[in-house]
């Protein structure tokens, strides 16, 4: 009897088989499958997937065979993974490196053997798919040619698992990783807002000179730290605002409300902001009945897209918002004159985080317009756009008057 050498990369062979973990696992339909072809196809009794590890050839699935796995030194399989293509004993009494193998002189008496190397895509040999009779045979070229086949498959099966496993560590990671930052956001944001809020009182405390009266430049000083200050708070309500959003724990709290005087108190808020761009903002309110929605949510709405349109537009311009009814629709209009919104970014504006490049030297968190459509979206209304670059943009709010209380 011959033993079969080691392969040549034998070390780097069994780290690869290793690398599968499908030694020692149960047997699985998808492979028992492939073994039940192999045996009708082929008109064999016995049909094998072996896998051949440092000392012995341990079987996946097997098919009229009782015993899990023999010795590596007597095994068909070790030396059908050191040929190319299938290994085919049609004989084995006649062939002096099977004659006297204890796989032939005794159970299960194998007098015809063959084997399908189970190669890897970077080249290993990590068993076979093998057919074994108790009589002579010899396979025809299709034979062969199904049975390599089918070891590619089974090969294919083991990748694909490997692909899946690799993946779903991938999402779980991404998960873990999603979590704690949105985690690590939560908490700061909560941190911050308070002390924020603190600062912001004593900013415009001092800054309106109802403590002392200030030298100019030192309430100059002062008037650039509180709007500094407005600006993170913002910023940190919006990184609440879309954490909650993710979440689903954005509270809501309708009840009705006239829309005309909150456009007109929004308008009135953002004037001073409005002023320091000697820009004007004009209120046009037309008759509109109460309307059942979240008050403060649709406020948060009007005041994104009131500032935005004062952000983006020139020094001197002017910003004209409208409410008026339109069909059975509350229609919302904040118009300007800015520089308008570049088409290769029409379709990410609504996006969190998404930001035109000729934006970037305003401020902002790209999170306001996501955050604004969330909040139309839960009044079952819509919000959308109109502009053309150099021509400034119109924003539209609409929302359903079938709440209407009027």
Not at 187 to 199: C, D, G, Q
Not at 253 to 261: A, I, K, L, R, V
């Amino acid at each position: 009897m011959k033993v079969a050498s080691p392969t040549q990369a034998e070390r780097e062979r069994i780290s690869k088989l290793e690398s599968y973990q499908i030694l020692d696992t149960p047997p699985e339909e998808a492979f028992d499958r492939i073994t039940r072809l192999v045996s009708q196809f082929l008109g064999v009794p016995v049909a094998l997937v072996s896998l051949i590890d440092e000392e012995r050839q341990w079987f996946k699935s097997r098919q009229g065979l009782a015993a899990q796995e023999t010795p590596r030194d007597i095994a068909f399989c070790a030396h059908a993974i050191l040929e190319e293509g299938v290994f085919e004993v049609c004989d084995t009494l006649s062939d002096p490196r099977f004659a006297d193998n204890p796989l032939v002189t005794s159970d299960p008496s194998i007098r015809f053997y063959a084997g399908a190397p189970l190669n890897t895509p970077d080249g290993f040999k990590l068993g076979t798919l093998c057919a074994i009779d108790r009589k002579p045979k010899k396979l025809s070229d299709d034979e062969r040619r199904f049975l390599i086949d089918l070891s590619s498959v089974i090969v294919d099966e083991m990748e694909l698992r490997i692909a899946l496993k690799t993946a779903r560590q991938r999402v779980a990671q991404e998960i873990e990783r999603q979590r704690l930052k949105d985690e690590f956001v939560a908490t700061v944001s909560h941190e911050l807002r308070t002390p924020l809020t603190s600062i912001r009182g004593t900013l415009g405390l001092l800054e309106s000179g109802r403590i002392e009266a200030l030298p100019g430049k030192v309430k100059n000083l002062i008037g650039i730290a509180s709007r500094n200050t407005n600006n993170l708070i913002d910023l940190v309500g919006d990184l609440l605002n879309i954490q909650e959003l993710e979440e689903g724990t954005l509270s809501f709290d309708f009840n009705t409300f006239e829309p005309g005087p909150l456009l007109a108190e929004i308008c009135e808020n953002l004037s001073g902001l409005a002023a320091e761009k000697r820009i004007s903002i004009e209120c046009k309110i037309e008759k509109c009945p109460a309307v059942m929605g979240d008050r403060m949510r649709v406020g948060q709405v009007l005041t994104n897209l009131i500032s935005n349109a004062v952000k983006f537009s020139g020094d001197g311009a002017a910003v004209t918002t409208r409410v008026q009814v339109v069909g059975n629709r509350l229609k919302f209009q904040i118009s300007d004159t800015g520089p308008g919104i570049p088409d290769d970014f029409k379709e990410a504006i609504f996006e969190r985080f998404s930001r035109a490049r000729s934006s970037r030297n305003i401020s902002g968190t790209g999170l306001g317009l996501a955050i604004s459509k969330a909040i139309v979206d839960a009044h079952d209304g819509t919000i959308f756009f109109q502009s053309q670059v150099g021509q400034g943009t119109d924003f539209f709010v609409e929302l359903p008057l079938a709440r209407s209380l009027s």
